[in-house]
Each structure stands twice: as structure tokens, then as C-alpha cells.
């Protein structure tokens, strides 16, 4: 790494054989987490080499299920990539109350923005199930960020596309009732996660959500998801079983929430 008035720039045959980064791992782990960063959005197009150096900073954790990764207000600063489980994001009101706002799984990446901007965590990570991490800290990924240029372009491309689709889907989601937001909330983790059990009909994912979390998900309580869900069963449209969601009539499914575009009132909750 050579550093001319604030420039970083990388050689990476230079790095590699003068051994200025140490990889603190066997060969055939670095090139499967070589292989494994190579498929994900800021990372497809870099070199080996580089995708080496960035493998080799990279530190493995294991969680169980339901343990906090991070909190709320939290001045930890590390980015994450979920190497294989989901976790969900969560934000606390002043009441305490919990509000699960987002899932993620594997190949997904979250606490980048404490990672560039240093300010404290705006929600909480929990795990759902086992799941494990790749975890970087802040000082090797700005430096890495001022080295790579190829990477810093991926990285603001990613973070310009996950505000542009936060901002499609809140935009989505409030032209539907409470009911509906569920749904479509449904429907957008079935095109993420979901196994197709009949094609183009029946559609099974777990999200290892309790009703309560899904009902936060979209403002509602417990005792409102409860009934909706048992309603939706009865007509045939969807099973949920401890955090599971089997999907019965994907069209019908898609009517459905379309069929609750929001109405002067809503449906209470």
C-alpha cells in the first residue's frame, strides 16, 4: 500500500509477495470466501487479488438464534455480510415497543452506514436461527474503499439502489391498507426466499417470525395478525406455522392484496 498526500492506491501482486496483509487462513478457505464474495453486488467486479486482500481481513462469527449482532444507538462501526441464516432489523420507540422493520440472508449486507459515516447504529440486528458473518472493521473498509477504486464505485452503486428500492417499496406499500402491506410484504420475501413447491402456485419460505413481528412489520398487533392469518387460511391462500409461510395460491395471493388498494379509512386493526 503506498500513500502519496492522502492517496492510497493497491498493488496486489506487491501486497501478496511482500506479505504486507497476513491471511489468517488455510488456502481452501480463502478461495471459498473468495468464490463466495465474488457473487455479491459490490464485489462481482473485482479481481482476484483483490477479493483475496479484502477475504483476508474479513473475521467468522457464529450466532445463535435470537442473538443480538448489534443495537439501536451502538458506536460499533463493522460491516457485515451474512454468510448463510437470515436476521432481521428491528428499531425500539421511546415505549420499549419493537418494531421489525426488514429481513436479511445470505449474500445480504447490512451496517454499512455506521461502516462510512461513523454515526451510531439506527437499529438493531438480531439472528434468526443459527447464522454465521463475515464481519469487517471500519478502518479496513475505508481503506479499502480509498484503494479500490472499482470498489467504491460498487459500494455507492449498492447503496444508491438500496435507497432507490427503499423508496419504490415505501411508496408501494402505502397505496395498500393495513392488510394489504402485509401481503405485499409476504409476497416481496417469496420472491427473495422462496422454494416453488407447484409452479406458479404453491410457494413455501421461513421467515422465523412470530406474528407479532409480522404484524410490527407493518403496524398492526399480534392479536390483528393472528385473525388475519387464520382468515387467509380458511380461504385458501396462504398456511403460516412458526415462522414459516406456505404461499397455496400464489394468484390468488397477488388478487388479493391488490384487491386492498387503500380506501378512504382502511381496515382497523
Not at 479484502?54 to 443495537?71: E, M, N, P, T, V
Not at 461513523?118 to 443459527?130: M, N
Not at 447464522?131 to 467504491?152: A, E
Request: with cysteine.
Amino acid at each position: 500500500m503506498v500513500n502519496h498526500t492522502n492517496t492510497v492506491t493497491w498493488d496486489t501482486k506487491a501486497a501478496f509477495s511482500e506479505k504486507r496483509w497476513d491471511v489468517p487462513m488455510e488456502k481452501g478457505i480463502l478461495e471459498k470466501r473468495v468464490a463466495f464474495l465474488k457473487g455479491i453486488v459490490p464485489f462481482q467486479n473485482l479481481s482476484n487479488d483483490e477479493l483475496a486482500i479484502l477475504a483476508s481481513r474479513f473475521q467468522y462469527r457464529a450466532y445463535k438464534h435470537r442473538d443480538f449482532i448489534i443495537h439501536q444507538g451502538d458506536n460499533s462501526q463493522d460491516l457485515f455480510v451474512i454468510k448463510t441464516g437470515k436476521v432481521r432489523v428491528l428499531t425500539l420507540n421511546p415505549a420499549g415497543e419493537e418494531s421489525c422493520l426488514r429481513v436479511f440472508a445470505t449474500g445480504d449486507i447490512f451496517g454499512e452506514l455506521s461502516a462510512c459515516d461513523g454515526i451510531p447504529r439506527s437499529a438493531t440486528i438480531q439472528s434468526l436461527g443459527e447464522c454465521s458473518l463475515l464481519v469487517m472493521g471500519q478502518h479496513d473498509f475505508t481503506n479499502f474503499l480509498r484503494g479500490m477504486p472499482d470498489l467504491s464505485i460498487a459500494f455507492i452503486r449498492f447503496l444508491t439502489e438500496k435507497l432507490r428500492w427503499m423508496t419504490m417499496y415505501s411508496h408501494t406499500i402505502a397505496q395498500y391498507d393495513t392488510a394489504g402491506r402485509l401481503l405485499h410484504t409476504l409476497l416481496h420475501y417469496n420472491d427473495m426466499l422462496g422454494r416453488e413447491l407447484v409452479a406458479g402456485q404453491v410457494y413455501e419460505f421461513d421467515l422465523s417470525l412470530n406474528q407479532a413481528d409480522l404484524a410490527s412489520m407493518v403496524g398492526a398487533r399480534r392479536e390483528w395478525a393472528n385473525r388475519l392469518l387464520q382468515r387467509w387460511r380458511k380461504k385458501g391462500l396462504l398456511v403460516y406455522d412458526r415462522g414459516k409461510i406456505t404461499i397455496l395460491n400464489l394468484p390468488a395471493v397477488v388478487a388479493e392484496r391488490d384487491r386492498r388498494l387503500l380506501m378512504e379509512g382502511g381496515e382497523p386493526w
